[in-house]
């Protein structure tokens, strides 16, 4: 006799499906349908299967892979350049089954890579390398075979490794980021040039409801020049030194309201990436936190 799926199920749903989505609204979206599914079953079907998670598990991992499949369409009317949802320390929950685990998975810089591959790419690899599942499970998921799937997670695994910066310890990335915000806010020009890669680039996502720049920013000069330019149209902004997705970032205030959350990508000593999300859609989890 089977028992319904625990929280602890239903949290490891939220957490797959937020790392294979890049979206915390789309993630309770998964998980609610998932749900929808096992009770619209009838009780006998439920009865019979021995593993409630896991079959929780399969059809969440199938409704990503949909979700994701439609996604390249959906970008195409997206105005500008679109960032993952960044996550704040709690992710605004109260109830943890509700909360998303924040590790090097969940990282800015580790999800963008994810959004560049292709939707079987990215649900094989997350499955087996992000959630251990065996190859024989991720099958049932993609709709493939064990050894096809084998090989489309080694392909994703290629694309992490030639992305990945310069290791540099947490310590030393929080040091870079609050230096990064204290010449900003002093408009010390030549400071943010030291601190930035000379081939760093900014990409701002405002989804066409808030102000950003629609395509990437690149080059430490051309950055400096737009966050001066930024700060002089918006005198009054208040910058605070907060984690996004686990990592050391910035939120940027204007008059006490959230309108960005930049993530950060450190190689070294240096900044080499920088996501600025300004879509208030996207920002709804800061402004409940």
């Known amino acids: 006799m089977t028992t319904d799926p625990s929280p602890g ?6 957490n797959l499906a937020y790392r294979l989505l890049g979206s915390l609204a789309e993630a309770e979206d998964v998980v609610q349908e998932s749900y929808a599914r096992w009770y619209a079953l009838p009780e006998p079907e439920r009865e019979a299967i021995r593993s409630p998670g ?32 960044p996550l704040p320390a709690d992710t605004g929950r109260d109830d943890p089954a509700d909360r998303v685990t924040l590790d090097e998975s969940v990282s800015m810089a580790f999800l963008v890579v994810l959004d560049a591959m292709t939707p079987a790419e990215r649900v ?16 049932a998921v993609v709709g493939r075979t064990p050894a096809a799937c084998r ?10 490794r030639a992305t990945q910066a310069q290791a540099t310890s947490p310590a030393r990335r929080a040091d870079v980021v609050r230096a990064f915000k204290r010449a900003w806010e002093a408009q010390d020009i030549d400071a943010l040039v ?10 701002a996502d405002g ?57 950060f990508d450190v190689a070294g000593d240096r900044i080499a990436h920088i996501w ?8 709804k989890p800061w402004t409940r936190s």
């Open 151 to 160: 090989q489309l997670a080694s392909s994703a695994r290629k694309r992490i």
């Open 207 to 263: 989804g066409g409801l808030a102000r950003a720049v629609l395509r990437p920013v690149e080059g430490a000069r051309r950055i400096v020049r737009y966050l001066v330019d930024l700060s002089a149209r918006l005198p009054a902004l208040t910058i605070l030194e907060r984690p996004v997705n686990g990592e050391p970032g910035l939120v940027v205030l204007q008059d006490g309201e959230t309108v960005s959350v930049l993530a």
């Open 276 to 283: 600025a999300v300004r879509n208030p859609e996207k920002l």
């Open 54 to 85: 896991a079959w929780l598990t399969t059809v969440a991992g199938r409704i990503c892979l949909d979700v994701l499949g439609s996604a390249r369409a959906r970008r195409e009317r997206y105005v500008g350049e679109w960032v993952p949802e």
């Open 124 to 139: 094989a690899f997350v499955l087996h390398d992000v959630f251990r599942y065996p190859f024989a499970e991720v099958a």
């Open 194 to 203: 030291g601190l930035l890669d000379p081939a760093a680039s900014v990409i």
């Open 9 to 14: 199920e239903r949290r490891q749903l939220l």
